[in-house]
């Protein structure tokens, strides 16, 4: 793994807490392989089918809102079965920003037709060009990298383009080299499709346009089963870098906000039924979507298990206090797909300042965001030793780190071995939406993919995590709270087992050497 790399953070908030992260996730790997389990073993052959079983999640009964003390059962098939067609729930936001609805057909020949749809503004409303993908999809193994996706490989077959205005044709020529623009854009008339690329032509103008179906590489199907009988099933498919250079050959190892299966999806979905309507060259028009008020105030926490780039797993909760402008993060993290397996915990908190509506993001807004103290929390013994062994004054109370017990970093001005460093502050953007239900749901931005930190307002992020849903308004005191957040239960089973390999020394000195040399 490179060093860069290193620096991504697991709960896609604070690039100064991501070295540690990934250090404890080292640790991770080798509890697991030192204990014979097959978590991480992975079929270099033909797999065989199977199923990853989850209850509902852990914090889900501190939950105030009905929706979400369901009883979900969760379960997630590798190989997963493809066919039949997925589309957006929402109006989506790539980096850059780009703004964008899917539908991507799966057949049982493993051919595929993919449709994205292209908009000027981030409600979908105003669309400037669609995108018509053709090609064939191989599954090739489960994921090495990623546990619980299954690794791909596509092959295009056909790209085709619609423009839908003389402005959007305008916007597209100022993009692409004259070569594209002579060939293609030269020709093009509104609402009539023309061929983009074939298996005869170069890909220069799909680079150009920042085009990649690089996403089909990493694969993830998850089926939420209800006790009322109902299903959902999400296709979960590999992340786009955040830096524009890089998209096109980036392979993924986290994901993008899942699509939707059209028969089995949530209600109500008017955007399902929009998109799923859709042609190339008669994209879906959203309807305008009352804004939210842009209120912090309260307790929001993970919907659903939310995976990183770079093998993390993890769930945030977040509490605001609007009238001293204060915030606290907790970001426990795991070792599988299904968050049931703990490994750490992270606690951050600070002071928040609210700035102007985004220019980028429509219905956004600008934060800027300091960190002032920040607490660990080790559930396997490995991490404990590692801790144990830092010098004193460079990682909280030298010696004192016990297994389930919270620490706090800030006397030491944060974790040397960990890469913590307080105190720290970065740019952000939020957005805040209602679901299909009205209620209220977080966007917080979106980490960069290599790692770096937001820590000046030309880095301050255009697309989004995961959204959080509002758990309760009323909890907005904060220093009451304590502890990782795991029951009892989780951290015995954390912590068996604690006989460890006797190569986790030689882990330890790689990865501090690694700390030295990586850049935040």
Known sequence: MKCAEAGKMSN????HLLRGAWLLWLWQVVFVAGTGSKLWEVPSASFTSSSNLSKSLQWES???????????????????????TWVSTRCEVRPGPEFLTRSYTFHPTRHFQALQHYYTNSGCED????????GKLRLRRASWITHGGTEAEHHLSKVGIVVHSLAAKQRLASRLPQSCVGITLGRVVPGKPYELYNTRAGRGCLAALGFSMMEMDLIRVETQHHNHGGKVQELFLGDIHTDWTQRTHYRPTGYQQPLQNTLHHIHPCPTCALVYRSTVQHPPV???????PQSLAGRWVSQHCETRPNVLFLTRDFT???????????????????CSQPTFALRASGHYAQGNPSAKVSGATEFVFKVTQVSVTAIEEPIVKMLNGTRPGKCGRAGSWEVGVEQDLTPTDGCTVLGIKLPHKEYELFKTELN??????LLIGERPTDGSSPDRPQRRPTSFQAPLVLCSEVETHISHRHGSGFNSKQVQLAASGTERLAHLVLLVLGSVLCSWICVY
């Open 12 to 15: 896609g908030r604070f690039s």
């Open 62 to 84: 501190h939950c105030q809102y009905r929706h979400l003390q369901d009883r979900v059962r969760n379960t997630a098939d590798i190989p997963p079965r493809l066919d039949g």
């Open 127 to 134: 669309p400037a060009y669609s995108l018509m993908i053709r």
């Open 286 to 292: 959203l309807p305008r979507i009352p804004a939210a």
């Open 320 to 338: 605001f206090d609007p009238d001293q402008h204060a915030w606290e993060g907790i970001y426990r993290h795991y070792s599988d797909p299904a």
């Open 436 to 441: 299909h239900r009205k209620h209220p749901l």
